[in-house]
């Protein structure tokens, strides 16, 4: 499975390349390789089939537990082979949507690593890279949905769904950390089995809440539900895959994966299913108020993972079953309406279905395909989405809470989806024939093969479900309920009370249909739409904006331009900072020796106290220069006297340089003025001061400690013997501590280089101005 | 001497970090140098003032003359009165560069807007190119 996944990845990041040696064949070359995946994954089916679980580990980063460690159940098998399955179809179509694109080399890198992706959050089994493949699928699906990068819609889009899945991914991180810290293991294949011990900690409702979060984002759920629309600026490859057997069905398969561990409390019931019928309930009235294609169908996907939700919530064997259904039949026919509607586009110029009509005859292997996936969408026998509506009908009746509530909700749902079915499926196609933007006609073999074969095969599954039922649906829902189940599928149950709600679905779908171009332009579906749509996705740009202005009001406080304000905030968080730990945890100590001090030591410090206070006071540069001499001078007296005589050459020297240096400079420049207001020289003294004061007071501090002179003394007896220096500084400085030495050259050399260029840049300009006069 | 040079040290410091808070940029240069002495005066301080003997071996012996004053500190202040001097170097001729570009050692009137600096970059770009 790791060479699997691998495979997809590498060659992915080799895609671009491939495509400038193979140009238009790319595709087909290209889509064999998730295609042998499926294969692959198809071998493994029997084993899957029999309920066997399987699993494969490599270590990752042993040290944190981390391992690339891969679970194959059911359920992971489900999702692999949507996964592999749908991908190699929107591979092909893909090359035919995108023929000829600047950049569909950068597509096929994308598509591929987005799939290796979401195949590694279906079978991963450490958490850690469970999580990792969940933010790689959010990281490729924003390169994805902002392909087309010089749209700004489409970035907007993008960064949308980015943030919001993006956060969710944080939440989602927290949780799994959580959970896998309360269970004791990362590994999802044993955290399914200590179920009770989660259930039963104090943390579960944390767990709960934040896995959700991360599920709910991913899947879209009110309030979160605004990004997916936005996602349909990605090309239709890209929308068709995302809707249909990825991305959004992240969040769903997540569920579905915990639900062993967290399910089966009142909680998990309330929250799931709760916020999946609310979803249900606004995305059916949302679907119904736009007129281009792939709005419509973004609504449905978010109908389908709305009621997939709800079915996970309930928590009981049929409920799981009906998911299991759902996830596959909605793969089946979503995949093959998104590739339709693209079509329709890509051959009509137009994507509007108030501005199509009648293209059956053009593009009639494309009506056949829209044909058969709205039936199977719609839920119509014998396609497969009639068994997954009668077992939805079915489980929404046996619901142990709320079942009265859940089945209207599941209905008019059901209706909704039914209209839409109608309009992406017939709208376009049949009906006078209307004049679009370019000449139709149907799509090239790479962009039919997909929704023709994908559609049919919701026929198959729907006429023959024992084809699929015990080998792949049972395992499935089994590892959504978290123990082994045994039933099979049929189409016909008899007449029931679900057939009865099939019927009246259906004639209600017929009815709001006939209405529909009625129904969006009335003033409260206007309403409607604008508190559930733009609502949630108003708080979301809120919360944009409110971010970028608050950073930019605090760049504005923090990086003002001030020079001295910004050596305020240091110099003041130093004094506070120190200051108070000093005093806290140190205190003031003092070993008086002022006893001893002679006359001109007393002479030497009241010299040098004044001249600083000169420097500071006088507005005279000569004065400055002077007292800034005699500080240094004076120093150098200190070092002289406190036997350091390199000390004293070194900064008589410097000194003097220093002196001469500030002397021309200054000569060259305006005099001195008066020019600041008394408040702000009394604030920066009495900083000053107290800064000066905390300085002296731990330095007489430290003075009290015992000294340890260990250093010291190993280099003055290392000196001669080790490096036949007698001046031990001199040797420090060249042998002991060369490398340190060599840094300081350089920085100097540095230094002097900088002056150099400063000055010489200044000729030159005077050059030109003296051109000018 | 220890408590004195502490006083030093601090009068120094308070003197460079009052200097340092001035509008005016020769002043901050000025500041800067007296920071620079009232480490390095920390520094030796630190390291135990001894009035004896300075750090070197004479002829014939292979140690100092105890007691001796400790050398590693005067070692990392040569350093750091070198390196001090270099930034003061630059400083100030980035002071005076400032000056001679800009007309101004007033470091409030210096602040431009960023729009204003990169338009007049421009404008002084195109003449170069004229």
Redesign the interface.
């Known amino acids: 499975m790791l060479i699997a996944l691998l495979s997809i990845f590498i060659v992915g990041l080799i895609a671009p390349g491939l495509y400038s040696v193979l140009r238009e064949k790319t595709g087909w070359v290209l889509a064999i390789l998730p295609f042998s995946v499926f294969i692959y994954f198809l071998t493994l089916f029997p084993a899957i089939a029999d309920g066997e679980v399987i699993t494969q580990s490599t270590d990752w980063v042993p040290l944190f537990d981390v391992t690339l460690s891969f679970y194959l159940d059911g359920l992971s098998m489900l999702f692999a082979l949507l996964v592999t399955g749908i991908g190699t179809f929107i591979v092909l179509y893909g090359s035919g949507y995108l023929a000829g694109h600047e950049y569909i080399g950068r597509f096929f890198c994308t598509i591929l690593l987005f799939m290796g992706s979401m195949l590694g959050v279906v079978l991963a089994d450490n958490l850690i890279t469970l999580f990792v493949f969940w933010e790689l699928t959010s990281f490729t699906s924003y390169l994805l949905i902002g392909f087309s990068h010089d749209s700004a819609e489409s970035r907007n889009s993008a960064l949308q769904a980015l943030l919001v899945t993006g956060i969710g991914g944080l939440a989602l991180l927290a949780g799994l950390i959580l959970m896998g810290y309360t269970a004791g293991t990362f590994e999802m294949s044993e955290i399914l089995n200590s179920g009770d011990v989660l259930r039963e900690s104090p943390l579960y409702l944390g767990i709960l809440i934040l896995i959700l979060a991360g599920a709910f984002t991913k899947s879209a759920q009110f309030p979160f539900h605004f990004w997916l629309p936005g996602a349909m600026a990605a090309p239709t490859p890209v929308s068709a895959y995302l809707h249909s057997a990825t991305m959004v069905k992240a969040g769903v398969y997540l569920l579905a994966r915990v639900h062993p561990a967290m399910g089966d409390t009142d909680l998990w019931f309330y929250l799931v299913t709760g916020f999946g019928a609310a979803t249900l309930l606004i995305s059916a009235w949302l679907a119904l108020c736009y007129t281009d294609m792939k709005q419509i169908l973004a609504y449905t996907t978010v109908m389908v993972l709305a009621t997939l939700t709800m079915l996970i919530g309930m928590g009981f064997p049929l409920a799981h079953q009906a998911a299991a259904v759902y996830i596959l039949g909605h793969a089946l026919y979503k995949a093959s309406l998104f590739m339709v509607a693209g079509a329709i586009d890509h051959e009509a110029g137009t994507r509007d279905i108030a501005k199509l009509g009648g293209l059956r005859s053009l593009m009639p292997i494309s009506a056949v395909a829209a044909a058969l996936a709205a039936l199977s969408m719609a839920g119509i026998a014998p396609f497969f989405g009639f068994i997954g509506k009668e077992l939805l009908y079915e489980a929404a009746l046996e619901a142990p809470m709320w079942s009265t509530l859940l089945i209207s909700i599941a209905v008019l749902g059901n209706i909704a989806v039914v209209a839409a079915a109608g309009i992406v499926a017939i709208k376009p196609f049949y009906g006078p024939k209307v004049e679009t933007p370019k000449h139709a006609h149907e799509a090239p073999l790479s962009m039919w093969i997909g929704p023709i074969t994908l559609a049919s095969l919701g026929v198959v599954f729907g006429s023959l479900p024992f084809l699929i039922d015990s080998s792949l649906i049972v395992p499935t829902a089994s590892a959504i309920y978290g123990e082994t189940l045994d039933f099979y599928l049929s189409l016909w149950h008899g007449i029931n009370l679900p057939l009865i709600l099939s019927v009246v679905t259906l004639l209600g779908g017929i009815a709001v249909y006939k209405i529909w171009t009625g129904l969006q332009s009335s003033t409260p579906a206007g309403l409607y739409s604008t508190t559930f749509h733009d609502g949630p996705k108003g708080g979301y740009q809120f919360l944009v904006d409110g971010m970028l202005s608050t950073a930019g009001w605090q760049t504005r406080v923090l990086q003002n331009?001030?020079?001295?304000y910004y050596?305020?905030t240091i110099?003041v968080t130093m004094a506070v900072a120190i200051g108070y730990t000093f005093m806290s945890r140190a205190g003031f100590a003092?070993?008086?020796?002022?006893g001893?001090?002679e006359l001109y030591?007393?002479t030497l410090?009241a010299t040098?106290?004044a001249s600083?206070?000169i420097?500071?006071m006088v507005r005279s540069?000569l004065a400055?220069i002077v007292a800034?001499g005699v500080?240094?001078f004076g120093?150098a007296l200190?070092?002289l006297?406190?036997?350091?005589?390199?000390?004293a050459m070194?900064?008589v020297l410097?000194e003097t340089?220093?002196v001469i240096?500030?002397a021309l400079?200054?000569v060259?420049?305006?005099p001195?003025?008066k020019?600041?207001a008394a408040g702000s020289k009394f604030r920066?003294?009495v900083?000053?001061?107290t800064?000066?004061?905390?300085?002296?007071?731990m330095?007489?501090t430290?003075?009290t400690l015992p000294?340890d002179?260990f250093?010291?003394e190993q280099?003055?007896?290392w000196?001669?013997?080790a490096a036949h220096?007698?001046?031990?500084?001199n040797v420090?400085?060249v042998d002991f501590?060369a490398l340190?030495?060599m840094g300081?050259v350089v920085?100097?050399a540095?230094?002097?280089l900088?002056?150099y260029a400063?000055?010489k840049?200044?000729k030159k300009?005077s050059k030109n101005g003296g051109a000018e006069s | 001497m220890e408590t004195l040079l502490a006083i030093i040290g601090g009068a120094l410091f308070a003197a460079g970090i009052y200097m340092v808070l001035r509008r005016n940029l020769i002043k901050a240069v000025i500041g800067i140098i007296l920071i620079s002495n009232a480490v390095n005066v920390l520094f030796f301080n630190l390291g135990r003032l001894t009035k004896a003997n300075p750090p070197l071996i004479w002829e014939g012996n292979t140690l100092p003359v105890s007691p001796f004053a400790n050398p590693l500190p005067q070692a990392l202040v040569l350093t750091a009165i070198v390196i001090g001097f270099g930034l003061l170097a630059f400083a100030l001729v980035l002071a005076y560069r400032s000056y001679k570009e800009l007309g101004t050692v007033d470091l409030d009137d210096m602040k431009m807007d960023p729009v204003e600096v990169s338009a007049e970059m421009r404008a002084e770009e195109e003449q170069v190119n004229q």
Not at chain 1, 561 to 564: D, E, S, V
Not at chain 1, 590 to 594: D, G, Q, Y
Not at chain 1, 641 to 647: E, I, K, Q, R, S
């Open positions: 331009g001030m020079l001295r050596v305020l110099v003092w070993n008086n020796e002022l001893s001090v030591e007393w410090f040098i106290i600083a206070l420097a500071v540069r400055i800034l500080i240094g120093l200190i070092y006297m406190y036997g350091a005589p390199d000390l070194t900064q410097v340089l220093t240096l500030v400079v200054l060259h420049m305006p001195l003025k020019s600041e920066d003294a900083i000053a001061l800064l000066g004061g905390i300085f002296t007071a330095t007489l430290a003075m000294f002179l250093i010291s280099f003055a007896e000196s001669y013997p220096g007698r001046n031990i500084v420090i400085l501590r340190d030495t300081e920085v100097v540095v230094a002097g900088a002056v400063l000055v840049m200044n300009q």
